[in-house]
């Protein structure tokens, strides 16, 4: 049985183009997991995940989608089940979130990269076990703001503490400055960690400072890898912690 990652695209994106974009593919080949590119519905002429905020006209069961969709890979192929995971970038963050929330009894961990919580997803979230939880964000970000927007997106700090009390972590964070190994891509990174859990989960953050909405290691920052680092988050956990 081996691990499956979900990969999210963005909003207006598709699955071919985060697949292309963020080298997924090369770090499932070398660690030896699935990696999954679903693809969203329309909603109004753009392809969407169904996450309440921006997309609350939307009417598309999106986590009963990707409940099907893992039966059916499941059947196909022999995956670990404590060890499935979800990952996006942006509506794809969000997506990732929502399941965390609401299909926790599937999900082991997720990762966020420029995607955040909509109300929605926040006031009703009602996960069943300890999350970890990774946060990538620019602190610059112009598509998903990184302070929030009260009528559509939860700031990044307000979802972080919502799982740093849900996983009963230390409320001291752990605070570590990623080495500015380019710098010519004006921004520099810090690797946030909430520690202590309950199961032993962390809640972490890598806070862009000075990045925009992207993928580190692809383009923006270029001082870490976003894929390479979300799949070594993923690779400490399974669904019990």
Same mark, same amino acid.
Request: negative net charge.
């Given at each position: 049985p081996i691990p499956l990652v979900f990969c999210f695209h963005? #909003? =207006?994106?598709?699955? +071919? =183009?985060?697949?292309?974009?963020?080298? $997924?593919?090369?770090?499932?080949?070398?660690?030896?997991?699935?990696?999954? #590119?679903?693809?969203?519905?329309?909603? !109004?002429?753009?392809?969407?995940?169904?996450?309440?905020?921006?997309?609350?006209? +939307?009417?598309?069961?999106?986590?009963? $989608?990707?409940?099907?969709?893992?039966?059916f890979i499941s059947?196909? #192929?022999?995956?670990?089940?404590?060890?499935?995971?979800?990952?996006?970038?942006?509506?794809?963050?969000y997506m990732s979130f929502l399941l965390a929330c609401q299909m926790s009894d599937k999900i082991a961990a997720i990762a966020s990269v420029t995607g955040s919580m909509t109300p929605q997803t926040y006031n009703a979230c009602n996960p069943q076990h300890p999350t970890p939880i990774l946060q990538i964000h620019g602190t610059n970000d112009q598509t998903?703001?990184?302070?929030?927007?009260?009528?559509?997106?939860? +700031?990044?700090?307000?979802?972080? !503490? &919502?799982?740093?009390? &849900?996983?009963?972590?230390? =409320?001291?964070?752990?605070?570590?400055?990623?080495?500015?190994?380019?710098? $010519?891509?004006?921004?520099?990174?810090?690797?946030?960690?909430?520690?202590?859990?309950?199961?032993?989960?962390t809640t972490e953050h890598f806070k862009i400072y000075g990045g925009d909405h992207d993928w580190p290691g692809v383009w923006g920052n270029m001082d870490i890898h976003a894929s390479a680092e979300v799949w070594k988050f993923f690779s400490r956990y399974n669904i019990n912690g």
């Open positions: 963005g #909003y =207006t994106s598709s699955a +071919s =183009t985060i697949m292309s974009n963020v080298n $997924f593919n090369y770090v499932s080949d070398t660690a030896g997991f699935i990696v999954v #590119y679903p693809q969203g519905t329309l909603l !109004q002429g753009s392809i969407h995940w169904n996450v309440g905020g921006w997309t609350t006209g +939307s009417t598309i069961d999106d986590v009963g $989608f990707t409940a099907s969709l893992l039966d059947t196909t #192929y022999t995956i670990d089940d404590t060890r499935v995971y979800s990952t996006g970038m942006s509506n794809g963050g998903v703001p990184y302070i929030g927007d009260p009528t559509w997106t939860e +700031s990044i700090d307000d979802v972080l !503490q &919502y799982w740093v009390a &849900y996983n009963n972590c230390n =409320t001291s964070a752990i605070i570590t400055a990623i080495p500015d190994i380019n710098i $010519f891509d004006g921004s520099t990174a810090e690797h946030i960690v909430y520690d202590g859990g309950d199961n032993d989960v």
